[in-house]
């Protein structure tokens, strides 16, 4: 049997659902009301439930994102809600605590979320053996390290392909609630990574003035499907929960045109989902929301991955500045460009700037507002006003199952059967009596037109047979209202059949691989204490959360380094490098101030509150 791969997009709400499903989604995610990793994307019970019958429709099934950790008084809340979100037909929940493998639970599908730390083949294994049936891996890991998880343990994996990164690795930044108590483990990241700051030596001289320092480009691995595929990957995971409906189809149909091109005529790999996708857009990554793009660490550290300039969206690259004409702009390639287009570049001062294009004409760009922009200054399109406007409208993604129509005659009249494209029948009968049409004339092709008609259903008519002994006469409106029933019924029966796959937690005792757990482990409450002592953990550190040093605490662990990034590192630069830098380096940004500590073995840099201690790595 052929293994299927998907594509798992975010959903806002119920609305961007019905978009991502609708672009060609295999799977969806969305909040529920309460403790979901993005607190600005809940949604209510109701809503959920209205996203898992239209998804079911397409074989789509969907997750709910519960990944936060969780405090004592907040578990009982937390065990009831997984019961509505089963009842209501959820398909799995994203969960970080390991309180929720302590609980009452009903028999639904368990996914270990990216912030529960999920790097190595061990931890990997543990969890699968602890009956979680998939996990999320950490976006740091390369293709070595994915194949060497997928040959430990056989846990479905799923690997983010494009969106955001994260700078610290997942579930172990903290800075948020060091500079202003609130928790990104909790759902409420205040984003201290996308400031500008300024980089101090330990000579104490300013290296680099209000730059952002933290911020990196976004990710983008999908020309590495084939491999994360080889390499154990079953899922494509698409970051943004936040972003708007124009983000989320563009990303879903551009990786669901990628996929497809995979997995046509592959004798190993298959479609997760039902029915095909028609798209009025020409969808590309750089045409919605982004920073730029990296493939991260997926093939090694090879290149800077930083976007120092600014964290908003950079967008899509037109041109260089060929010069200023009065009161317009000439740019390489401005003919593509649309009036209400906003352009962004980097002013002199190492700075995104951005424009507002009132109207193009001629070849010119007329701004709102002219500034003074140098000659061969790279310009790019953040706002595409002309391709929002096309992707905006319902219609510029439809997705349709594939059918086969059957019109035979019975003893009583006739019969309409519908097969769709998964093997599902719907069949409806008509009494009405036979009689030839005039002049013994077929209305065959008649017949089949009003049957192609399948306007607004999920269908679409691919194959019309008609099956008459004679040239029997039929009203339009009697073939319509049969083809309206089939299809209401198949849509009945199609939810009827979906299979929801279920899985009873049992409770185990194996062991897990570490005896200690630091504050990174995030444990939070009595249950996921319990948890971890019954898996043979002896000593278990409280969560940052609820043990904050001020002053002195390591809040976030990085394998983006700030070194590599100035060409200072002395493993890959040490023969090009001229001088090292003086440390401890220091980043600060009005009160906030961060020491930055360097673990070159396991090429990692770690970020220290000001009055920290620690010593210094030599090289």
């Avoid at 004592?72 to 959820?90: A, P, S």
């Avoid at 302590?102 to 599908?109: A, C, F, G, K």
């Avoid at 030839?436 to 194959?463: C, H, M, R, V, W």
């Amino acid at each position: 049997m052929k293994k299927k791969i998907e594509i798992l997009a975010p959903a806002k709400d119920l609305i961007h659902g019905i978009a991502a499903i609708n672009s060609g989604a295999d799977a969806v995610y969305v909040g529920a009301p309460q403790f979901g990793a993005r607190s600005n994307a809940t949604n209510s019970i109701e809503d959920v439930a209205a996203l898992v019958q239209y998804a079911h429709l397409y074989n789509v099934p969907v997750f709910v994102v519960m990944n936060t950790i969780l405090y004592d008084n907040e578990l009982e809340t937390c065990r009831q809600m997984i019961w509505k979100l089963y009842d209501i037909g959820v398909d799995a929940l994203i969960i970080q605590d390991m309180a929720i493998m302590e609980m009452d639970l009903p028999p639904i599908i368990l996914h270990a979320s990216t912030q529960a730390n999920n790097r190595d083949a061990d931890k990997m294994k543990f969890l699968a053996d602890a009956g979680i049936k998939r996990v999320v891996l950490a976006r740091e890991l390369n293709l070595h390290q994915i194949k060497e998880i997928s040959n430990a343990t056989d846990v479905e994996l799923e690997f983010f392909v494009t969106g955001a990164l994260c700078v610290s690795f997942s579930g172990n930044c903290y800075m948020s609630v060091a500079n202003g108590e609130r928790s990104a483990n909790r759902g409420s990241c205040a984003q201290n990574c996308r400031l500008p700051y300024n980089l101090i030596d330990g000579h104490g001289e300013t290296l680099i003035k209000n730059t952002h320092l933290l911020s990196i480009k976004d990710f983008d691995v999908s020309n590495e499907i084939p491999n994360l595929v080889e390499a154990g990957v079953c899922s494509f995971k698409i970051e943004g929960r936040l972003k708007d409906i124009v983000y989320v189809k563009n990303n879903v149909s551009y990786l669901r045109q990628k996929l497809d091109a995979f997995l046509a005529d592959n004798d190993k790999y298959t479609k997760a989902s039902s029915g095909k996708c028609t798209y009025t857009f020409d969808s590309a990554l750089n045409r919605t929301f982004n920073r730029g793009y990296t493939d991260y660490f997926v093939n090694e550290r090879h290149a800077t991955i930083g976007s120092w300039e600014s964290p908003k969206s950079k967008g899509q690259y037109i041109g260089k500045l060929i010069r200023t004409v009065g009161n317009a702009y000439e740019i390489e390639n401005g003919h593509v460009l649309n009036n209400g287009d906003g352009l962004c570049y980097i002013n002199e001062n190492n700075e995104a700037d951005g424009i507002y294009v009132n109207k193009v004409e001629n070849g010119l760009a007329y701004p709102n507002v002219l500034k003074e922009v140098k000659e061969g200054t790279f310009i790019y399109r953040n706002n595409d006003a002309a391709f929002i406007k096309i992707v905006e409208r319902e219609d510029s993604a439809v997705r349709k199952i594939s059918t086969s129509l059957l019109l035979y005659e019975n003893e009583t009249g006739f019969e309409l059967l519908a097969t769709d494209e998964d093997g599902n029948v719907s069949t409806v009968q008509l009494v009405h009596p036979k009689e030839q049409t005039k002049n013994n004339q077929s209305i065959e092709e008649n017949i089949k037109a009003q049957l192609a008609k399948t306007g607004f259903t999920p269908y679409t008519a691919d194959e019309i047979t008609v099956q008459f002994t004679d040239n029997w006469f039929l009203p339009i409106s009697k073939i319509n209202e049969m083809r309206r029933t089939v299809y209401e019924q198949l849509s009945e029966i199609r939810l009827k059949n979906y299979k929801r796959e279920e899985r009873k937690i049992e409770k185990t005792s194996h062991p897990y691989p570490e005896t200690k757990l630091d504050f990174m482990y995030n444990v939070s409450n009595k249950l996921a204490r319990k948890f971890y002592e019954r898996h043979g953990v002896t000593e278990i550190e409280k969560a940052f959360e609820l043990q904050w040093d001020p002053g002195k605490s390591r809040v976030m662990t990085t394998k983006y380094c700030i070194k590599y990034e100035l060409a200072k590192c002395p493993k890959y630069h040490r023969d090009t490098m001229e001088t090292k830098l003086k440390e401890p380096l220091v980043l600060k940004q009005g009160e906030l101030e961060y020491k930055l500590k360097f673990n070159c073995k396991p090429c990692e840099m770690e970020i220290w509150e000001k009055d920290a201690e620690f010593e210094i790595e030599e090289d």
